[in-house]
């Protein structure tokens, strides 16, 4: 299941436009890596119709049944994190193609960094499908009411993790720049 569930994901990258085919061995070998896996075994299996949502949750069941993460929706979604972070392109590339777009067209960059996010599941297609919402009519006008699904709860015992965590400036951010500069 865990290399099916691998080829899977590499051919999602290569078909969402993630990642080249040049790329298929070495975003392999990163999964590998992640999931703490030393052997590969090139499966066949279906890869027509892949839906993202079931293949990262069956590398996030590996991943905690191998110990790797705990299994609350915080900690499979760091995971879940890591794993897309194999597929996508460096921060260098996905600006100098939004900047390239820009030029030409701020919608169209627009469009692309969207797509990416989604392709990436920065943007969770499939949670956002959950929320519930409803309009109604008043007086004032069209009311909007929504329920946001897409984003769950952190788990108590992540919060208190993050709480009693040392404090570090790690990540390093840097200030966001424009082109040209």
């Known amino acids: 299941m865990l290399y099916e569930s691998i080829k899977k994901l590499v051919q999602y990258g290569i ?5 080249p085919e040049s790329e298929r061995i070495y ?10 896996e030393d052997d590969y075994e090139d499966v066949d299996c279906s890869l027509d119709h892949i839906v993202l949502e ?5 590398l996030l069941d590996e991943a905690v049944k191998r110990g790797i993460i705990e299994d609350s929706v ?19 590339q996905i600006q100098d ?13 627009t469009a692309y960094y969207y797509k990416l996010s989604q392709d990436s599941d920065y943007i969770r297609r ?6 519930r919402k409803w309009t109604v009519e008043t007086e004032y006008g069209t009311l909007d009411i929504t329920i946001n699904l897409s984003k769950p709860e952190k788990d108590p ?4 993790a993050a709480g009693a965590a040392k404090s570090s400036s790690y990540p390093i ?3 966001r720049q424009s082109p040209g500069t």
């Not at 079931?54 to 069956?58: C, R, S, T």
């Open 126 to 131: 499939y949670r956002i499908a959950r929320d």
């Open 173 to 175: 951010r840097r200030p």
């Open 15 to 19: 078909d969402a436009g993630l990642m």
């Open 27 to 36: 975003t392999t070998n990163l999964l590998l890596d992640l999931m703490k």
């Open 74 to 92: 915080t900690y499979r979604d760091l995971f879940d994190t890591k794993l897309m972070n194999c597929l996508v392109p460096r921060p260098a």
């Open 157 to 160: 015992k992540a919060i208190a």
């Open 97 to 109: 193609a939004f900047w390239k777009k820009y030029e030409k067209s701020p919608e169209d960059a």
């Open 54 to 58: 079931d293949v990262l949750k069956d």
